[in-house]
């Protein structure tokens, strides 16, 4: 399973390559090597476009950060009987721009994605590594609520900077 979804994953992102010469070496040697996690899953509808989300989890300059995208199924394009290229494509990327607020040394550590009541959520566990181990800010869990309009989501669980 968790083959499969990289490999969507992956061929999802690729849009350089025609789709008679794209293969997974190609897709692989075009992901930045700060990439750790990517994850598709879950489904959306809005206006008539369909697809799934892809969760990319990446650590860069001693923090980890998080990207969620809306990915299209390329079977809900129009078949309006123009020449149209079916590959799926990333529509929206949402960069959870409030997780930043956490920068500093902050790591995700066991994302996954998740569905409750027919609503796709993604959960980690969040730890700062400047807090003092005692600091109940130290370690938290986020929860983002996945919307069907790409680019829209909600994140739960973060705890207030000191001093706001």
């Given at each position: 399973m968790r083959i499969s979804c990289l490999l969507f994953a992956l061929l999802a992102g690729t849009s350089q390559a025609s789709a008679d010469s794209l293969t997974l070496e190609d897709s692989a040697k075009a992901i930045d090597p700060w990439i750790g996690t990517v994850?598709?899953?879950?489904?959306?509808?809005?206006?008539?476009?369909?697809?799934?989300?892809?969760?990319v989890v990446g650590w860069i300059y001693g923090h980890s950060e998080i990207y969620i995208q809306w990915v299209t199924d390329p079977d809900s394009w129009p078949k309006d009987g123009k020449k149209h290229d079916y590959r799926p494509r990333v529509i929206a990327s949402a960069s959870l721009e409030e997780f930043d607020l956490y920068e500093s040394a902050t790591d995700l550590n066991n994302v996954r994605c998740v569905e409750h009541a027919g609503r796709w959520t993604v959960e980690a566990d969040a730890e700062n590594g400047d807090a003092d181990p005692g600091d109940p800010q130290a370690k938290y869990h986020i929860s983002i609520e996945l919307k069907d309009e790409p680019g829209k989501y909600v994140l739960h669980g973060l705890p207030h900077l000191h001093g706001n």
């Open positions: 994850i598709s899953c879950g489904e959306w509808r809005h206006q008539g476009l369909q697809g799934a989300y892809r969760i």
